[in-house]
């Protein structure tokens, strides 16, 4: 029974070309899927509470200034609009918090996880191994996302001078985007993988991107566009359910300020689509994942060499 888990273990340390991590990504989502999301949902459930304040926040301070613009010709009929302004205000502020909080823990909870599947040639481990190698890179992390927040700062300025230049511009500003994402993705994993410095693991990222430039940008961009369908396609349940609704709400004319069932199905429809786009960036780092084992892995080769090593050994 203990070979079991080795039969389905998906070699990661291989130098694959562009095809083979697309393919060798959508294998790994399938057998993985599951447990990463129960991993996924153990460690956020603070942060999904926080997210359906936030959510309760923004639809109670749109739906109120949307009443309030409708029914603003009836004096005396409104309250002032202040209150509404207020709730979207703190909705936005604590969205903004909940969510840099959120993307530094799944940013690294997928990382770890891909980290200790390859540890452990397969998924047969506890996911508290994946929440122990999180807090104990906790300080790297915390500075690696600063010192990415002000480089990305940095990048989106070049980007939209780029965007400026006609049509040339824009694929300028798509490739410079998506060899970003490759660096920053591929960066991080040196920093948890092999246990480097913030600054050493951007430039140990930076030489094994900018070495295959166009095989990084094409991977994030062919996986980015297929995990943003993903998404999509996940949203759509939500959308639809709400969609309906508000038809509802626009054939019968229903007061949606004065019952308290629009702001519920609001809420958790707008919970519900924040969180799923919060699993997608957890997605796309197992993309750069598959990127950074095939490019150490070409670089160094040290998984061939380890396995030639065993050869001989026998």
């Given at each position: 029974?203990?070979?079991?888990?080795?039969?389905?273990?998906?070699?990661?340390?291989?130098?694959?070309?562009?095809?083979?991590?697309?393919?060798?990504?959508?294998?790994?989502?399938?057998?993985?899927?599951?447990?990463?999301?129960?991993?996924?949902?153990?460690?956020?459930?603070?942060?999904?509470?926080?997210?359906?304040?936030?959510?309760?926040?923004?639809?109670?301070?749109?739906?109120?200034?949307?009443?309030?613009?409708?029914?603003?010709?009836?004096?005396?009929?409104?309250?002032?609009?202040?209150?509404?302004?207020?709730?979207?205000?703190?909705?936005?502020?604590?969205?903004?918090?909940?969510?840099?909080a959120v993307a530094i823990l799944n940013y690294s909870l997928a990382g770890?996880?891909?980290?200790?599947?390859?540890?452990?040639?397969?998924?047969?481990?506890?996911?508290?191994?994946?929440?122990?190698?999180?807090?104990?890179?906790?300080?790297?992390?915390?500075?690696?996302?600063?010192?990415?927040?002000?480089?990305?700062?940095?990048?989106?300025?070049?980007?939209?001078?780029?965007?400026?230049?006609?049509?040339?511009?824009?694929?300028?500003?798509?490739?410079?985007?998506?060899?970003?994402?490759?660096?920053?993705?591929?960066?991080?994993?040196?920093?948890?993988?092999?246990?480097?410095?913030?600054?050493?693991?951007?430039?140990?990222?930076?030489?094994?991107?900018?070495?295959?430039?166009?095989?990084?940008?094409?991977?994030?961009?062919?996986?980015?566009?297929?995990?943003?369908?993903?998404?999509?396609?996940?949203?759509?349940?939500?959308?639809?359910?709400?969609?309906?609704?508000?038809?509802?709400?626009?054939?019968?004319?229903?007061?949606?300020?004065?019952?308290?069932?629009?702001?519920?199905?609001?809420?958790?429809?707008?919970?519900?689509?924040?969180?799923?786009?919060?699993?997608?960036?957890?997605?796309?780092?197992?993309?750069?994942?598959?990127?950074?084992?095939?490019?150490?892995?070409?670089?160094?080769?040290?998984?061939?060499?380890?396995?030639?090593?065993?050869?001989?050994?026998?």
């Open positions: 029974m203990q070979d079991t888990p080795q039969k389905h273990y998906l070699e990661l340390k291989v130098n694959r070309d562009f095809g083979d991590i697309i393919t060798t990504y959508f294998e790994f989502l399938k057998q993985n899927l599951k447990k990463f999301t129960n991993v996924f949902l153990s460690y956020n459930g603070i942060f999904l509470i926080a997210l359906l304040i936030v959510s309760y926040l923004l639809v109670s301070g749109f739906i109120g200034m949307i009443t309030y613009a409708s029914n603003s010709s009836l004096v005396g009929t409104m309250a002032n609009d202040e209150d509404y302004i207020i709730y979207l205000l703190a909705g936005g502020i604590l969205y903004f918090v909940v969510f840099i770890a996880y891909m980290i200790k599947y390859e540890e452990r040639k397969g998924n047969h481990f506890d996911k508290k191994e994946v929440w122990a190698l999180f807090k104990n890179r906790l300080g790297s992390i915390f500075l690696f996302i600063l010192l990415l927040v002000g480089i990305y700062i940095g990048v989106s300025i070049v980007g939209v001078l780029f965007a400026l230049i006609p049509l040339v511009g824009i694929f300028a500003y798509y490739i410079l985007i998506f060899f970003i994402l490759a660096w920053f993705g591929v960066s991080f994993f040196c920093l948890l993988e092999e246990n480097m410095g913030v600054t050493a693991a951007f430039g140990e990222g930076w030489d094994l991107v900018s070495r295959n430039f166009w095989k990084s940008v094409g991977v994030n961009f062919i996986l980015g566009i297929l995990n943003g369908i993903l998404v999509l396609i996940i949203m759509i349940i939500p959308g639809i359910l709400v969609g309906i609704y508000t038809f509802h709400v626009v054939e019968n004319n229903v007061d949606v300020e004065a019952g308290i069932v629009p702001t519920i199905i609001y809420t958790l429809g707008t919970c519900l689509i924040l969180i799923v786009g919060i699993f997608g960036q957890c997605l796309s780092q197992f993309v750069n994942g598959l990127l950074y084992y095939a490019l150490h892995e070409k670089a160094y080769n040290t998984n061939t060499r380890r396995k030639i090593e065993q050869i001989g050994n026998s």
